[in-house]
């Protein structure tokens, strides 16, 4: 491999990997005020043994995915610098926010969670769990800003500074909210918040398959359930509005998605496979759904791939499978949700070990669901690192190809070093990450009387 693909793939890599845990923790931090929330009204010991744990499970999380993120903000100076050189005006400015306005407030009052039980009042405590899960929504739209901003970048012209091309920001809230930010960071933030939940009912469901701590568990597949079927349900609104984005501000990007040859109405694909030998896709699919869903109507002309130059297609294959893998686990989150939320109203689900098993593991789909959404995002985009936007497009000096951001004095095989090291390193922390959160998860709610038995 050249060193262009290493730096891919080592991108890609730490990425995926960092987007496991920012889900979850995101995801959590709803839960912890859930169930803090139910403390500070009844007041009782065993609601804040449960909310305690909650909240060491979020900061086990929180922690990993903090560490796993500064890896990428290196990588920029290393293996992307002619990228940095670029964008570094623009793209550094959210992620200096992202540090000052976000993480400050996330990690500050996460520190009252963990320290300040007994030394805070029981409402600013509360509050604090509100501030934690606020700074963590933050610090998501910040990051969804920078990479937005990539996408769709708006606020800006190229100049040559000191013999260098570079993006100059010339209007801070178009380049910031351009027209991909809120689409993208609803759909997002609905999908992490999707995670926690998931993750909740798991928790739930091992504990009453233990036969331990019945009511933890009891609770904990409620407000999990109810949260992952809202959020499951609101994705097919957050899910259209991005879909309706990417079709009028990156029409190829669709293109591929769909596998959309020639301009026409597009339509909806379900499953399939893109034949590029021969230019077509076979796919079960609706004809001129794309179309409706874009502009009510069946019969509206897209543009399709081969109305661009094939220099300028994305991977095909690749976009289309992890664009509709990600469709199908949400469409089917959605029946999952529906189902247990309805069989845990009945009061049957504790009866059904086997269903109860399936819900231990379900937590795992919308992390596949993210990871393909996010995967079909990225290559989709390419062979651009920074799009030019829609009424400048095709021009590169607009923007800027993956293969120019790449540094030009790293090597190969120093990428493929540090590949190797990130695997062992990465491997290790999921196994420490692990044996903490499942050890929190084993013991289950500790109350001060059990604490203090347990100790004995």
């Known amino acids: 491999m050249d060193a262009v693909a290493l730096a891919k793939f080592q991108f890609a890599f730490t990425v995926a990997y960092h987007f496991f845990f920012v889900p979850l923790s995101i995801g959590l931090g709803l839960v912890t005020v859930l169930f803090e929330r139910a403390y500070y009204k009844s007041g009782k010991e065993e609601d804040k043994a449960m909310s305690t744990l909650w909240i060491k499970i979020f900061a086990a999380t929180f922690a990993i995915g903090v560490a796993t993120g500064i890896t990428m903000e290196f990588a920029f100076g290393t293996n992307w610098a002619s990228y940095s050189r670029f964008v570094g005006d623009i793209f550094g400015a959210p992620l200096a926010a992202e540090g000052l306005f976000a993480f400050f407030l996330e990690s500050t009052f996460l520190g009252v969670l963990l320290f300040g039980r007994n030394k805070v009042s029981k409402k600013f405590y509360y509050v604090s769990t509100w501030l934690v899960w606020l700074g963590s929504l933050l610090s998501a739209l910040w990051i969804i800003i920078a990479n937005s901003w990539m996408q769709t970048p708006r606020g800006y012209e190229v100049q040559i500074v000191d013999g260098v091309r570079k993006a100059v920001m010339t209007n801070f809230f178009a380049a910031g909210f351009n027209p ?3 689409p993208r960071y609803f759909h997002t933030v609905n999908s992490l918040i999707i995670t926690g939940g998931m993750m909740a009912a798991a928790v739930g469901a091992y504990h009453l398959l233990k036969g331990e701590h019945k ?242």
């Open 180 to 182: 991909s930010t809120w």
């Open 215 to 456: 009511d933890f568990g009891r609770r904990s597949i409620s407000y999990g359930l109810i949260i992952a079927l809202i959020g499951s349900i609101a994705m097919g609104l957050t899910g259209h509005f991005q879909a309706v984005e990417v079709v009028q501000q990156q029409p190829v990007k669709m293109a591929a998605m769909e596998g959309h040859w020639d301009t026409g109405p597009m339509p909806l694909g379900l499953v399939g496979w893109v034949d590029t030998v021969n230019k077509k896709t076979v796919a079960i699919e609706i004809p001129g759904g794309v179309s409706f869903l874009e502009s009510f109507t069946f019969t509206k002309p897209l543009p399709g791939l081969n109305d661009f130059s094939a220099d300028l297609h994305p991977p095909l294959q690749a976009t289309y499978q992890t664009y509709h893998l990600m469709i199908v686990v949400f469409l089917l989150l959605i029946v999952v949700t529906a189902y247990f939320w309805w069989i845990n109203r009945t009061g049957k689900l504790e009866e059904k070990r086997g269903l109860l098993k399936f819900l231990m593991w379900a937590w795992l789909l919308p992390e596949i669901g993210i990871q393909m959404g996010w995967a079909a995002a990225e290559i989709g985009r390419q062979p651009w690192i920074v799009t030019p936007p829609i009424d400048k497009f095709p021009d590169p000096a607009w923007g800027l190809k993956t293969v120019d951001a790449v540094s030009k004095v790293v090597p190969a095989y120093q990428i493929a070093l540090t590949i190797a090291i990130f695997f062992v390193i990465y491997a290790l922390l999921f196994v420490g990450w692990a044996r903490v959160v499942l050890n929190i998860i084993k013991k289950g709610p500790q109350t001060a009387a059990a604490s203090t038995k347990t100790a004995e």
